[in-house]
């Protein structure tokens, strides 16, 4: 029971630090096609 415990504590643990990797990640893809398509609205 008591390593059942404390495995899922650490699955959760990862499970968020590896969400906030995504987030970040995908947060500088969105920035990065934002900064895209401004550039291409200027070019017209």
Sequence with gaps: ??????F??????EAIRQL???G???MLL???AL???RVNM???
């Design 8 to 13: 899922g504590d650490y699955f959760k643990k």
């Design 1 to 6: 029971m008591l390593g059942n415990f404390s």
């Design 24 to 26: 970040s990640f995908s």
């Design 30 to 32: 969105f920035d990065w």
């Design 42 to 44: 200027n070019l017209g």
């Design 35 to 37: 900064r895209r398509r």
């Design 20 to 22: 906030i990797d995504y």
